[in-house]
């Protein structure tokens, strides 16, 4: 009976270990563990799969308590994930100093979550970037989160005398000089700089230029919205299509005109360049859809054929292109695996340099005179000075207001507007007196030339 009993036990040993390296399979393949029933999904179809060179698990399958119950597969992953956290904690606390990275959102019940990644460098002086959970919090207030923090470093048992970083987003709970989250730290840890995700910065910059000027916020909004038409209507991919085909412009296809980022400004660059290159190909397509019917994709194409018709449009677009062009650039160095500190600030310095060579008279000429001859090939409406407005007779004795002598003059003035925009928001988001990057600066200097400041 002991020995029968013992090879049982092997038996339930090894199939039970089985068990844990299918969903170890499965889990770091990102593939789907559960079915619409215990039999269909693909962790059950991997244990007989299995089963089928392991006879001994096939039997043990047919067993009443066989743990390949959801329950059991959540306690299984959630041993892995402790498993997984406790190796990277034991990495940093090997290492020392480290920085820690938060971001927030609500998920669909609308409960706040936070994410927490933890940021070293190991022994061969590579950086590590690790996700180590994500955690509910009843409030968003910068109390709270910093209690998350505490509470979290607590946990993992990493010393708050060793943080060295925080990175959060430019909300004044996260990033107040006085009650902020990072302020809060910093009171028990003043050697926790604070740094806003420079990525994320030269998005802020093109998203607050873009809202300042008008020109170039409805020229984008218009190219979003032909992206969502060409998105939903089948009909009018295939006219898209069918007019690309007759144009034998081979180059275009209609997934190269999609609606744009909400949220990261500079991924917009391809749609708005397709849209300039193909802007005939854009008219003709609008045309012929406004013209099949009375559905909403009609109506809609046909609202869209009359901003498009307008030289205003195009013109805010080409205005648009060169700027994103550059700060989209400017966003792939800062996350570069090998960018510095000083390297990155120094590229800030060229593109804003850059930036403002573009604040001038001649600069905005040429776009000018671009736009009106396109808008000629294209047969768009002209560019005009919009109708001037009478005051009221009881403000006739008032100073007139400047009217512009001509469209040029009219267009230009929200030009240098949108280019100062974005100048001065380089300048003033990459501030060295706003972050802990200046300190950075005298330590990245202090370590490449070995000159202790």
Known sequence: MNTLKLKEQEISRNSLLKLFTTIRYLLRQGSAIRGHDETSGNYFQLLKLRSEDHPNL????????????????????????????????????????????????????GREQESICLRHVNSDLHVREDFVGIYEIPTTTSESIAGM????????????????????????NMSGHYTGCQARVRQCQPLALYFHCTSHISNLVMQNAVISSQLVRNALQWTNELGVLMNRSGKYRAMFRAICVSNESESLHPSAIKPLCTTRRLCRLPAIQSALDNYSTILLSLKEMADVGVTESATKANGLLDRFQKGETLLGLMIAARPVALLEQLNSVLQAK?????????????????????????????????AEEKGKTYQLDPLEIPRRRCPPKRYADQVARDQPANPEEHYKKQYLE?????SKGLSDRYDLSKSGLAQYVKLENMLTSGKVI
């Open 149 to 172: 923090v505490f509470d979290v470093l607590t946990r993992f048992a990493l010393p708050l005398s060793n943080l060295r970083a925080q990175t959060y987003d430019g909300a004044a």
């Open 338 to 370: 090998s960018a510095t500190v000083s390297g990155m600030l120094e590229t800030v310095k060229i593109s804003t340099e850059s930036i403002r060579a573009w604040y001038s008279d001649e600069v905005f000429h040429e776009i000018f005179i671009a």
């Open 58 to 109: 096939g039997m043990y399958l047919k067993r009443t308590t066989n743990y390949i119950s959801p329950r059991g597969q959540e306690e299984m992953m959630e041993m892995f994930s402790h498993c997984i956290v406790r190796e990277v904690v034991s990495d940093i606390q090997k290492h020392g100093c480290f920085a820690i990275i938060v971001d927030g959102t609500q998920d669909v019940s």
């Open 418 to 422: 949108f280019i100062d925009a974005v």
